[in-house]
C-alpha cells in the first residue's frame, strides 16, 4: 500500500511545481521521475527491476511495431512507460520546424497573407485566425504562436492596432487546430503513439468537431472585438513601408527543400495508417533529411531544437509509469465507471469537462499523459469504447487549455511573446475572451460526441 502512496503524492508534488513555475519543469519531471524509480521501485518496492525496466521502455526500440507495424493486422497499441516514440516524432518535428523557419517560411507565409487582404483589420484577423488553425493541424502549435505572435506584433505596429485581441485568438485557434489532427498538439501525440491511432482517425473523428468549432470561435472572436477591429481600420497607414512577402525569404534553394521536407511529413503522416510506418520512423526520418539538407546551417538548426521539452516528456513518462506500475490510475478508473454507472454518456461528459478544467489550471501534456492509462483501463477489451473516450479526452484535453494563460504551453509561448514586446496578456484580459470560447467548443463537441457515439 505505501508503493501507491508514494507514487502519488510524487505525481501530486510534481504538478504543483511545475504550476508554480518556480523551478524549470524538465528539472522537475526528470527529479520526480528519478525519485520515482529509487524511492518506488527500488526502496519501498524492493528493487523491482521488471517495473523499472517495463518503465524505462528500452525494449521497444528492438521491437518491429516499433518502427513499422503490418497494416494488415490490427494494432492494440497501448504500453506504460515512457513512450519514446511520441518523444522521437516530437523531436523529428522540431528539427524540420527550425528548417523551415530558417529559410523563412512562416514569415514569409504571414506577410503574404496580409498582402492578399489588403491590411484591412478584419480580413486580417479572421485570416490570421484560420491559419493559426490551418498550421497547427500539421505543426506544434507552439510553433505556430512563436512565429505567428511576432509577426502579428510587427503587422500592428506598422498598421498601429492594439495586437492582443488577436493574440489571444490566435492562442485559440491554434490549440483549437491542434485538436483536429494526431499531430497537431502534443496531448493527441500522446494518445494516438500509445493506443495506435492513425492521423486520418483523428481528422476524421476530432477534425469534424474542430472544423465545425472553428466556424463557431471565428464568428465569437469577431463579434468580441468588432469595435476595435473597426477602429483599427480608421487609423491612417503607410502601406509603403510594408515589408514584401519576398524579403521574408532567406535563401530561396532552403525555402524550397524546407516546403518540399513539410510536404513529405505531411504525405507520410496522412498515409502512415497504409504505410505502416510509425510515428516514430517518420520523426527520425524526417530529422535526418532535413539535416542532411541543412549544410552549414546544421549547427544553427540543431540549437535551436528545444531539448528541454523532450527531456520534460521523458521525466513525465517515468512519473506517470509509477502510478500506472503501483495501480494508482486503476482506482481512479473505477472510481470514473462507478460514478458514472457504465453509462457511455456520462462517462464521455466526465472525461471531456473534466479534463477541460483540469487542463484549464495545469499543462495539458502531463494530464493527457495521465489519462490514457485510464481511459484504457476504463475501456476494457472495447475498442469502440477506447475509440470514443480517446477522442473525448483528447477534445478536453486541447480545448480546456485554451481557458487560461498557463493551459497550454502555446499560451505561454503567446503571451510571453507578447509581454517581451510591451503588450501584457494578463489572466482577467485572457480569460475574458478565451474562456467564454472554450465553453463554446466543449458545448459543441459533448454534444457532437452524444450524438455521433453514444
Known amino acids: 500500500m505505501l508503493a501507491p502512496i508514494a507514487a502519488a503524492i510524487i505525481f501530486v508534488a510534481m504538478f504543483v511545481l511545475i504550476v508554480t513555475d518556480k523551478i524549470e519543469r524538465h528539472i522537475v519531471t526528470l527529479g520526480c521521475g528519478l525519485l520515482t524509480l529509487v524511492a518506488v521501485f527500488i526502496i519501498i518496492r524492493g528493487f523491482d527491476f521488471t517495473a523499472i525496466w517495463e518503465t524505462l521502455s528500452l525494449k521497444s526500440f528492438s521491437e518491429l511495431s516499433f518502427w513499422w507495424a503490418d497494416p494488415n493486422v490490427t494494432h492494440e497499441g497501448g504500453h506504460g512507460g515512457i513512450d519514446w516514440a511520441t518523444i522521437l516524432f516530437i523531436a523529428g518535428m522540431m528539427v524540420m520546424v527550425e528548417g523551415m523557419a530558417k529559410s523563412g517560411f512562416f514569415r514569409w507565409l504571414c506577410m503574404l497573407l496580409a498582402k492578399w487582404v489588403n491590411y484591412k483589420s478584419v480580413p486580417l484577423f479572421i485570416t490570421f485566425m484560420v491559419m493559426s488553425a490551418a498550421l497547427a493541424m500539421f505543426i506544434d502549435s507552439i510553433t505556430v504562436i512563436l512565429f505567428l505572435a511576432a509577426i502579428t506584433i510587427e503587422l500592428a505596429r506598422l498598421l498601429k492596432f492594439n495586437p492582443v485581441p488577436m493574440i489571444i485568438s490566435e492562442i485559440f485557434c491554434a490549440n483549437l487546430g491542434g485538436s483536429a489532427t494526431m499531430c497537431g498538439d502534443p496531448p493527441n501525440i500522446i494518445i494516438g503513439s500509445a493506443l495506435g491511432y492513425s492521423f486520418t482517425d483523428f481528422l476524421t473523428n476530432t477534425g469534424l468537431i474542430a472544423g465545425i468549432s472553428l466556424i463557431a470561435v471565428v464568428l465569437y472572436f469577431y463579434l468580441a472585438n468588432r469595435k476595435t477591429l473597426k477602429e483599427a481600420d480608421m487609423v491612417e497607414k503607410d502601406l509603403s513601408v510594408m515589408p514584401t512577402p519576398a524579403s521574408a525569404i532567406v535563401n530561396m534553394k532552403d525555402f524550397i527543400i524546407s ?79 462507478s460514478i458514472s454507472g457504465g453509462n457511455l454518456m456520462i462517462m464521455c461528459a466526465i472525461i471531456i469537462w473534466f479534463s477541460a478544467v483540469a487542463s484549464a489550471f495545469v499543462d495539458n501534456i502531463p494530464f493527457a499523459a495521465t489519462m490514457v492509462p485510464i481511459i484504457m483501463s476504463l475501456a476494457g477489451a472495447d475498442g469502440t469504447l477506447l475509440a470514443t473516450l480517446a477522442w473525448s479526452l483528447a477534445l478536453g484535453t486541447d480545448i480546456g487549455g485554451c481557458a487560461t494563460p498557463i493551459g497550454a504551453s502555446a499560451n505561454v509561448v503567446g503571451t510571453s511573446v507578447a509581454a517581451k514586446n510591451g503588450y501584457m496578456i494578463g489572466w482577467g484580459k485572457f480569460c475574458k475572451q478565451s474562456v467564454p470560447a472554450t465553453i463554446i467548443v466543449l458545448t459543441i463537441s459533448t454534444l457532437i460526441i452524444f450524438l455521433r457515439y453514444c
Open 259 to 337: 516546403i518540399c521536407i513539410f510536404l513529405l511529413a505531411v504525405v507520410l503522416l496522412v498515409t502512415h495508417a497504409q504505410t505502416g510506418l510509425s510515428v516514430a520512423t517518420i520523426g527520425v526520418g524526417i530529422a535526418i533529411i532535413t539535416i542532411i539538407a541543412a549544410g552549414k546551417d546544421l549547427p544553427h538548426i540543431l540549437k535551436g531544437v528545444d531539448y528541454k521539452t523532450l527531456l520534460f516528456f521523458v521525466g513525465l513518462f517515468i512519473v506517470v509509469g509509477g502510478l500506472e506500475q503501483t495501480g494508482v490510475l486503476k482506482i481512479i478508473a473505477d472510481f470514473i465507471a
